[in-house]
């Protein structure tokens, strides 16, 4: 938590959404409209409830355990959180399983390598 002049603390959250991959464009714009630029995007598998799924292949039947999804992480000050949550809900569902989930985590500290700039200095 960066410190602030009069001894205040800033609380800093990381939001991780794992959501449908056709979804990222909109939602990455939707950040942007409310202020959010930086994030970490990365492509990675997963399953919930819905376990996977069959398909077809040259007529043989497999299954399909680990479904493509996109892994967004930013990291928001606290009195940001809900906003950018409603955001990626927002923009990411579609109604159906599979749609995805929200992860929020404190942050203890953050270091901007090239310039050796802390926490809320370093976002």
Do not use: C, N, W
């Not at 609380?11 to 202020?35: N, T, Y």
């Not at 953050?110 to 370093?122: C, H, L, P, Q, V």
């Amino acid at each position: 938590m960066s410190q602030l002049s009069h001894g205040e603390q800033i609380r800093m959250k990381k939001i991780e959404a794992v959501i449908k991959p056709f979804k990222l464009e909109d939602v990455k714009d939707a950040l942007a409209e409310i202020g959010i630029t930086g994030m970490t995007v990365s492509e990675v598998k997963g399953y919930g409830r819905q376990k996977g799924h069959s398909e077809l292949y040259r007529g043989a039947e497999y299954v399909v355990d680990f479904l493509p999804k996109i892994k967004m992480e930013m990291i928001v000050s606290d009195d940001m959180a809900d906003k950018v949550i409603d955001t990626v809900i927002g923009a990411s569902r579609t109604g159906r399983i599979g749609d995805g989930k929200i992860f929020v985590s404190d942050i203890e500290k953050i270091i901007r390598i090239r310039t050796g700039e802390t926490d809320s200095d370093a976002i």
